[in-house]
């Protein structure tokens, strides 16, 4: 009996075969993977799991493919690290960061929805990968569609970092910057999509695509030793993300792997861009879209796709969502660093911002096992701290030189 | 009984205990970590290993420190990438990149040493960590200095890519710019080190620094099912991680843990600074310092402290070495992005440019089962290739103006 039962309708529940569409015909709708969960739990044990390969397919039954996993074989599976240093500054007693910085191979937590969204697209008879990306999701796409030998197309909007322009261009796609947003971009991406025979892994594919967020939950689950945590802080770009490790969370207590599930889910966004933040501070159900100008880029979606179910888990979970200003990401990064020695992007430095004002707040208590996740790697959005992290001492090659500088005690 | 037995002079094999100390008093040789063998044979197994933590401490019986690790958990054990589409490319059956790219937490092989180092170093009690550094050595002292709590001094290049200069003064270290080449900065660093109680990780302290690379070796020998390649190539700097691959390898089989050790070992180095290569086919023992002028800056010691071993070990393993120009260092980037989808940093294109012509010359045969060694991120060293990848095509947002560029069928 087959893992994916169908594709389902998120709002009318009407299902679909599970082939490369993403909207509902009657409602307009996203679909999402309905899953044989009693087959599903006739497969895994949390030995079995263990026993699998140190990867994200190691989670292979949760995930929306047929046959062997064929894209992305190294992807996942990054450390959870336990924030010793952090978690006393925060007052958080056990604290830990899930460090999708060092994700293989395109240093993003998006290499997990690529590894599943192609090695969907390639069972569905797809050669050419595509996407609509802040960033990341470019750069993962374009790395693994030179691995898989697929042609590719991504499409950016014009004002992106330097390392991520870079980060698509040194494989080889075409690359293609448009000149608007992010949200410009996506539209264009969905009217070429319905022209072409191409997957584009957020809009055609992205059912199968969402799905790889799940593993961020699974992962966590499993490296506390096979417990829910307490808290969790994801930061909201689409939104997608925060939904789908609550999914992942709900599945394992689904099929057994995990006895309860009391997470409250907390989503971050940048004040600059925090259309669903905002909503949901003012206690609404819906997110008005918001023109985005922050220094956040990756998580510059002024009409984000999930927002409204992020609302809603929010709500189901008894999380918060709160936003940060583009001081504050800054300083999250720098905060991340010099305690914990991890060096994340803007999108990291929305979360760690975040985490603090919950903290502060005391929304996220001492005891509470909580878990921040840090989804890309500072070196590719450098831009934002360049400026704010001071420069090298410069001195010649002399002894006496450095000693004038440093003193005795080395104390400059 | 311990588990180290001595420091040793690799000249002379005068004995000294194990303290922060370099140099034979004697002779003047580098000075080596001596283990108790028959008492490591006696606690590892296969399986003690394959149990142990997902990180380079899984072969904490191999490293020199006495008790536990405090410092740089969650480094190592990075993936072992089989290379379908890049070994078909260069005529090798069974090809694998050995990906340290994404080591955890700054994306080089240095945080293998990093971590091993400063174990040792706050065992022997030293509370500020030091190193001179071309790059990626003082991102990860600084990183690991920072959650450890150490204060610390990194000593650079006057030359280095912004990418390693932010990647430094992020964690809040001091960063000394010293003006000159590595070797310069080098010098002042024994200099200092005599004269401040200070862990220099790659001179006071560098016999268990040093060891910290081995786990490269032990790493390919379990990713591989416990067997030795016929072939590997490593990149050339001081000439120490070539060396210490060689010593983990035999290590391995001293104590059973492999059957046979037939691996031919190739050094790669850049043609601007090619001291030991240049030795090597000049058949010489010894080589000749030179001023290092190459945008493969990571390599750049133009004195390297292990050349003489490195020359020792290609001969003794029967294997070869070879440099390669800087546009070779760039198209050997390019080539592995391009097949692969791992985008490595210079040291990379020098080693999968001198894999290329070891496969050309048939010193490398189709049926050797063969390791690149893959030492660094390539966002860590964008100048080198950003103006060889070409521009993003630009439009608006508009589907007529993407049919134009790029036709019906989505060809430009």
Not at 97 to 112: G, M
Not at 295 to 305: M, Q
């Amino acid at each position: 009996m087959a893992k994916m039962k169908a594709l389902v309708c998120r709002e009318c529940g009407k299902e679909y075969p599970t082939e490369a569409i993403h909207v509902c015909e009657l409602c307009f709708g996203p679909l999402e993977v309905k899953y044989n969960y009693d087959e599903i739990k006739t497969k895994v044990s949390r030995q079995s799991i263990e026993a699998g390969p140190k990867s994200l397919w190691r989670y292979q039954d949760f995930l929306p493919i047929e046959g062997k996993p064929t894209v992305g074989l190294y992807a996942g599976f990054t450390p959870l690290v336990r924030a010793h240093n952090l978690g006393a500054y925060l007052g958080i007693d056990e604290l830990y960061i899930k460090n999708d910085c060092v994700n293989h191979p395109t240093l993003s937590f998006k290499d997990r929805v690529v590894a599943v969204a192609l090695t969907r697209a390639r069972e569905l008879g797809f050669e050419t990968a595509a996407c609509a990306s802040t960033g990341n999701l470019a750069n993962s796409v374009a790395a693994h569609a030179a691995q898989a030998g697929m042609q590719c197309y991504v499409f950016i909007p014009g004002d992106l970092e330097a390392a991520k322009v870079l980060g698509n261009l040194i494989y080889r796609p075409k690359v293609i910057e448009i000149e608007g947003t992010y949200d410009d971009v996506n539209r264009l991406c969905s009217e070429i999509a319905g022209e072409r025979q191409w997957a584009f892994v957020n809009v055609n594919v992205r059912p199968y695509y969402a799905e790889g967020s799940k593993t961020l939950a699974y992962e966590t689950a499993e490296q506390l030793g096979w417990r829910a945590p307490d808290q969790v802080v994801v930061p909201m770009a689409s939104g997608s993300l925060l939904t789908k490790i609550w999914k992942g969370l709900n599945e394992f207590k689904t099929v057994g792997l995990l006895d309860a599930v009391n997470t409250k889910v907390n989503g971050a966004q940048a004040e600059g861009c925090s259309p669903i933040a905002t909503a949901y501070k003012q206690g609404r159900d819906f997110f008005k879209p918001v023109k985005p100008s922050t220094i956040a880029k990756s998580l510059a979606i002024g009409n984000p796709a999930d927002g409204y179910y992020a609302l809603k888990t929010v709500a189901e979970s008894g999380g918060a969502m709160d936003a940060v200003s583009d001081d504050e990401v800054v300083e999250g990064i720098k905060l991340l660093a010099q305690t914990e020695g991890i060096f994340a992007e803007t999108a990291g430095g929305v979360t760690i911002g975040v985490l603090q004002k919950l903290a502060k707040q005391g929304l996220i208590k001492r005891d509470d096992v909580t878990v921040a996740y840090i989804t890309g790697n500072g070196l590719k959005t450098q831009e934002a701290v360049v400026d704010s992290v001071g420069r090298p001492y410069r001195i010649p090659p002399s002894l006496a030189k450095f000693e004038q500088t440093f003193g005795q005690q080395g104390e400059a």
